[in-house]
């Protein structure tokens, strides 16, 4: 697990421990009052701490205003660095970002001020401050390492010589579950209160005061630009969205798709606390002027790997803050990947191993509620693994939920598929523990695939499906240890209260490729990740697939089917690895890349483009 800061505070939080229900679905996990622990033998091994020395909300909520300007207070005794600032100007340009003014503030102990009466005054006040007695500044906190913590917003008015600040939109507006007829614009406020959206000359407002808000518009035309403008106290933010075709007017247009954009080496930017944020908002950036109507990216968002609810939430909000000014114009709609996972930890001393489950409860505190809380998105997923084959108890909740990790869309003539190939996963030691592995869709999830695609195949208005899943079916260069293949080692397989699934990895791969390929003949390809690198795998009868001593039925295949790989979002590279389908794959790459899918009517035109350099990687027609 990665060292996540190189600075501690002494200063932890403290919170009673009371024990708690263990979900049935695990083995040798029982709590007390002294917390979570993992049964070995006569020994209780205790979950490791979250360590929490900070909390999310202290990075945008104690600021205070002076007659000087904004004075902050993170509350981290330990923290020293640097806090950059600058104005943000909402009227300059459709892409709103701080500009850094010449000058930074030191943290000392976690406090720090921005003087704006004395800096950022008359010919620095490029936001006209002064006379409108309000404006909004960005900010950065860099630790004394040199580490970037958090990118955060400001917003403050200026009346008889005192700042003083108020609530402002800390993350958004986002636009959500895009259709022909509406969206959803969600955004995050530094303090609960009401807001609201005025479009096409309607007014939608906030039911009740929120951190959290999600406000619905509807009753609009098919494929029609809108201007939105969102009010939140003094502030309006003032942007646009574009509905969708009406379904199967097979008009022509662009997505784009990556994953993997957990931080990367080089410091800086491609390192913004969990997340390649320089990556992501280059990908973003080249999204919006290839004129892609949504963004589809597939796990591995952020490091992750926690213990720490509070250092996943500020990880995912510096991936939010990375592609957010192009969030407010169309969709980016986020998969659920390994990196996601928030778990507890038991560290075997005697063994010198680390088990580790998926944090619960699962209704409010596992990782898949975590990720529930972080996005929106839709919501005709399955269930949950409850009451399939394997559920220990069929009378209550032992799984946790699926909501907003599985789940389908559509934009046009394509449907989209999206899929959770680390659902309650269990990263090390599942024998014991149990849990599920690494790229293994389990039963309820596999069921739900085929009903999808089967409503899809009497769709009129879809002729192309694309199945988005993190693992690739075929690994080829970093993870053939593991995801679909796991080195050819069919014994890999779920264990749920002790008792492992029947199937292994390679029969689940197949009856996955017997869903997809054999009973759908509009899926064109899998859209995967994981590995950080791009490159595209040809699927046919012919392609080889198995290892030498393979004694289970083997899946026939009855036309081509293709995989395109983009892991290559910022996370570190993975070469290319031997497999016994590797003449199959195309143009094996370790750029960063951005997949752009050309739609138009039946032909589908692929075109891959390192979002740096802008350089041409691939290019070629999967359907014409």
């Given at each position: 697990?990665k060292?996540?800061?190189?600075?501690a505070?002494?200063?932890?939080?403290?919170?009673?421990?009371?024990?708690?229900?263990?979900?049935?679905?695990?083995?040798?996990i029982g709590?007390?009052?002294?917390?979570?622990?993992?049964q070995?033998?006569?020994?209780?091994?205790?979950?490791?701490?979250?360590?929490?020395?900070?909390?999310?909300?202290?990075?945008?909520?104690?600021?205070?205003?002076?007659?000087a300007?904004?004075?902050?207070?993170?509350?981290?005794?330990?923290?020293?660095?640097?806090?950059?600032?600058?104005f943000?100007?909402?009227?300059?340009?459709?892409?709103?970002?701080p500009?850094?003014?010449?000058?930074?503030?030191?943290?000392?102990?976690?406090?720090?001020?921005?003087?704006?009466?004395?800096?950022?005054?008359?010919?620095?006040?490029?936001?006209?401050?002064?006379?409108?007695?309000?404006?909004?500044?960005?900010?950065?906190?860099?630790?004394?390492?040199?580490?970037?913590?958090?990118?955060?917003?400001?917003?403050?008015?200026?009346q008889?010589?005192?700042?003083?600040a108020?609530?402002?939109?800390?993350e958004?507006?986002?636009?959500?579950k895009?259709?022909?007829?509406?969206?959803?614009?969600?955004?995050?406020?530094?303090?609960?209160?009401?807001?609201?959206?005025?479009?096409?000359?309607?007014?939608?407002?906030?039911k009740?005061?929120?951190?959290?808000?999600?406000?619905?518009?509807?009753?609009?035309?098919a494929?029609?630009?809108?201007?939105?403008?969102?009010?939140?106290?003094?502030?309006?933010?003032?942007?646009?969205?574009?509905?969708?075709?009406?379904?199967g007017?097979?008009?022509?247009?662009?997505?784009?798709?990556?994953?993997?954009?957990?931080?990367?080496q080089?410091?800086?930017?491609?390192?913004?606390?969990?997340?390649?944020?320089?990556i992501?908002k280059?990908?973003?950036?080249?999204?919006?002027?290839?004129?892609a109507?949504?963004?589809?990216?597939?796990?591995?968002?952020i490091?992750?790997?926690?213990v720490?609810?509070?250092?996943?939430?500020?990880?995912y909000?510096?991936?939010?803050?990375?592609?957010?000014?192009?969030?407010?114009?169309?969709?980016?709609i986020?998969?659920?990947?390994?990196?996601e996972?928030?778990n507890?930890?038991?560290?075997?001393?005697i063994?010198?191993?680390?088990?580790?489950i998926?944090?619960?409860?699962?209704?409010?505190?596992?990782?898949?509620?975590?990720?529930?809380?972080?996005?929106?998105?839709?919501?005709?997923?399955?269930r949950?693994?409850d009451?399939s084959?394997?559920?220990?108890?069929?009378?209550?909740?032992?799984f946790?939920s699926?909501?907003?990790?599985?789940f389908?869309?559509?934009y046009?003539?394509?449907?989209?598929?999206?899929m959770n190939?680390?659902?309650?996963?269990?990263?090390?030691?599942?024998?014991?523990?149990?849990?599920?592995?690494h790229?293994?869709?389990?039963?309820?999830?596999?069921?739900?695939?085929?009903?999808?695609?089967?409503?899809?195949?009497?769709?009129?208005?879809?002729?192309?499906?694309?199945?988005?899943?993190?693992?690739?079916?075929?690994?080829?260069?970093?993870?053939?240890?593991?995801?679909?293949?796991?080195?050819?080692?069919?014994?890999?397989?779920p264990?749920?209260?002790?008792?492992?699934?029947?199937?292994?990895?390679?029969?689940?791969?197949?009856?996955?490729?017997?869903?997809?390929v054999?009973?759908?003949?509009?899926?064109?390809?899998?859209?995967?990740?994981d590995?950080?690198?791009?490159?595209m795998l040809?699927i046919?009868?012919?392609?080889?697939?198995?290892?030498?001593?393979?004694?289970?039925?083997?899946?026939?295949?009855?036309?081509?089917?293709?995989?395109?790989?983009?892991?290559?979002?910022?996370?570190p590279?993975?070469?290319?690895?031997?497999t016994?389908?590797?003449?199959?794959?195309?143009?094996?790459?370790?750029?960063?890349?951005?997949?752009?899918?050309?739609?138009?009517?039946?032909?589908?035109?692929?075109?891959?483009?390192?979002?740096?350099?802008?350089?041409?990687i691939?290019e070629?027609?999967?359907?014409?």
């Amino acid at each position: 697990m990665k060292q996540v800061l190189t600075w501690a505070c002494s200063l932890l939080f403290v919170f009673p421990l009371k024990a708690q229900e263990v979900p049935e679905v695990y083995s040798n996990i029982g709590s007390d009052e002294n917390g979570v622990f993992l049964q070995m033998s006569n020994q209780k091994i205790y979950a490791q701490a979250a360590g929490d020395y900070f909390h999310f909300s202290d990075f945008y909520n104690n600021i205070t205003g002076t007659e000087a300007g904004l004075e902050f207070d993170f509350k981290i005794p330990d923290l020293n660095g640097t806090l950059y600032y600058g104005f943000i100007n909402y009227k300059d340009g459709s892409f709103p970002q701080p500009v850094y003014f010449r000058e930074s503030s030191p943290i000392v102990n976690g406090k720090t001020i921005i003087p704006i009466a004395r800096n950022l005054s008359g010919r620095y006040d490029m936001i006209g401050w002064e006379k409108s007695g309000k404006g909004i500044l960005g900010y950065r906190i860099m630790t004394d390492k040199g580490l970037i913590l958090y990118d955060g917003k400001a917003a403050f008015i200026h009346q008889d010589t005192l700042f003083t600040a108020v609530p402002t939109v800390i993350e958004g507006p986002f636009i959500n579950k895009l259709t022909h007829k509406g969206c959803v614009i969600s955004f995050v406020t530094s303090q609960e209160v009401k807001a609201s959206i005025k479009t096409n000359n309607k007014t939608f407002t906030d039911k009740k005061a929120s951190i959290k808000h999600e406000i619905e518009i509807n009753r609009l035309e098919a494929g029609t630009q809108y201007n939105y403008q969102l009010t939140l106290g003094e502030f309006e933010y003032d942007f646009k969205f574009e509905t969708s075709p009406t379904p199967g007017s097979r008009k022509k247009f662009t997505f784009a798709y990556g994953s993997d954009s957990r931080s990367g080496q080089g410091g800086g930017e491609r390192d913004i606390f969990g997340t390649n944020a320089y990556i992501m908002k280059r990908i973003a950036s080249l999204s919006m002027a290839e004129g892609a109507k949504f963004v589809q990216f597939t796990g591995d968002l952020i490091d992750g790997y926690e213990v720490s609810r509070e250092r996943m939430n500020l990880q995912y909000a510096n991936w939010k803050h990375a592609v957010e000014a192009y969030w407010h114009y169309i969709p980016f709609i986020p998969g659920f990947g390994n990196h996601e996972a928030y778990n507890y930890i038991f560290h075997d001393t005697i063994r010198n191993f680390n088990y580790l489950i998926d944090h619960f409860p699962f209704a409010n505190d596992s990782g898949e509620s975590l990720f529930q809380d972080n996005f929106v998105l839709p919501e005709n997923g399955p269930r949950s693994e409850d009451n399939s084959t394997y559920d220990p108890d069929k009378s209550k909740d032992d799984f946790p939920s699926y909501k907003e990790s599985v789940f389908w869309y559509t934009y046009d003539n394509v449907a989209m598929v999206v899929m959770n190939s680390d659902y309650w996963y269990s990263p090390q030691g599942l024998s014991i523990v149990s849990g599920n592995l690494h790229a293994y869709i389990m039963d309820n999830q596999l069921k739900w695939l085929e009903k999808t695609l089967k409503r899809f195949e009497k769709n009129e208005n879809i002729d192309h499906v694309f199945v988005t899943v993190h693992t690739p079916f075929f690994p080829n260069g970093g993870h053939v240890k593991d995801d679909m293949w796991y080195n050819g080692d069919n014994r890999m397989r779920p264990t749920v209260n002790g008792k492992t699934y029947d199937e292994g990895i390679i029969e689940r791969r197949d009856k996955l490729l017997d869903i997809i390929v054999n009973k759908s003949t509009k899926t064109v390809a899998a859209l995967t990740g994981d590995e950080h690198n791009y490159n595209m795998l040809t699927i046919t009868e012919e392609m080889d697939r198995y290892p030498e001593t393979y004694n289970h039925e083997k899946v026939k295949l009855s036309r081509t089917f293709y995989q395109i790989n983009n892991g290559a979002a910022g996370a570190p590279y993975y070469a290319q690895e031997k497999t016994p389908w590797m003449k199959h794959v195309r143009n094996f790459s370790t750029q960063n890349a951005l997949v752009l899918i050309d739609v138009e009517g039946s032909k589908i035109h692929v075109r891959v483009k390192n979002p740096d350099t802008l350089e041409l990687i691939d290019e070629y027609d999967l359907r014409k």
